[in-house]
């Protein structure tokens, strides 16, 4: 059963902002499968690329090691969007799946959990998928998460 589809488009602007997505799970028990992606991934204007690190740089790095930072842009190349998920059931965090890869499928039941999530009891109630927008450097990034329950026996 599907418990959640949702597809989103985010920008630059969003970066460092969370978004929380609830949704009902009608039945207690069985396994969450999830299904995350987001594109595009990877920067591929150079020229761009360059420049945001070149705002980094005067952000976040002293004023006597921007020069030997700039000297070394190439190795933080190529730049990349992240986004990541957490997950809440109605009482309790139930993990943080913070990976680089663009698409994702998780599993979760109470005998069995991909990594960064904690197996356990899966009640009913409302839960909540976390979207963190760590950082977005193409111009815009867009994302889809699906969420499906089947009863632990295959039936959806």
Known sequence: MKLLEKRGCV???????????????????GEITIQFEYGPKVLEDMTRALKLLEQSFDCYVLPAQREKAAKQANKYLP???????SLDDPNVYRGACHRHDAYQQLKLSELRASPGLVIGKLPRGQWTATLSFHCIVTGSCDYRLQIDWTDGEGER
């Open 79 to 85: 730049l990349k969007n992240l986004i990541t998920l």
């Open 11 to 29: 920008t630059p602007e969003d970066s460092r902002t969370h978004i929380r997505i609830p949704f009902e799970m009608t039945q207690a028990g």
